[in-house]
């Protein structure tokens, strides 16, 4: 693991020092638009599903930017299924001209369907709108004059209250959403 991450960050390093000569030559989109698919990871159990979605970036000044994304994913757990649409709302600061921090806010729209919680046995099918906050970072990679490669990772602080059952359970549902998307200027 530790060999797999010193590897994925020397290879971030060659990419933003190659790319960094051609990104100085191409002013970045004041806005696009783009799709990404991401993996996601729940720290605390053995989950990983596929994510799908879209995003919309705003680029007014070089070292600054917003993202505005709506993404959907399905979990398949042992007990039954959680599908989540996060609607998310990101700050984006530019280090260098094409790698950037992340941190923003986001709207989860979930639906539960579940058969157990807890070791009880429950009929259990609820949907709600939570709130959560992300930090992260990426890369943009430009392909072009209006094409940029995106590449991202954030981690998500998220927690779930279920109330439809006896008791309420607080549900910790931090995770890691990591993305690779394509980005097409329009101004």
């Not at 757990?77 to 950037?100: D, R």
Request: with cysteine; net charge negative.
């Amino acid at each position: 693991m530790k060999t797999a991450l010193i590897a994925a960050c020397s290879g971030l390093v060659l990419l933003v020092a190659s790319t960094a000569a051609f990104a100085d030559d191409l002013p970045p989109a004041r806005w696009s638009v783009g799709g990404h698919v991401g993996w996601t990871h729940v720290p605390d159990s053995e989950t990983n599903s596929l994510s799908l979605g879209a995003s919309t970036r705003v680029r007014p000044i070089s070292p600054l930017g917003a993202e505005l994304t709506v993404d959907w994913r399905n979990d398949d757990l042992e007990n039954g299924e959680i599908q989540t649409v996060p609607v998310t709302l990101s700050g984006l600061l530019y280090i260098f001209p094409n790698l950037h921090g992340t941190v923003g806010v986001g709207w989860y729209h979930t639906k539960a369907t579940l058969d157990e919680i807890g070791g009880t046995v429950v009929d259990f099918d609820d949907s709600r709108w939570d709130a959560g906050l992300h930090v992260g970072g990426g890369i943009d990679i430009p392909l072009g004059p209006s094409a940029t490669l995106t590449a991202d990772a954030k981690y998500v602080f998220l927690g779930y209250e279920l109330q439809n059952i006896a008791d309420t359970i607080e549900v910790d549902a931090d995770f890691v959403n990591v993305t690779v998307g394509l980005q097409l200027g329009i101004l």
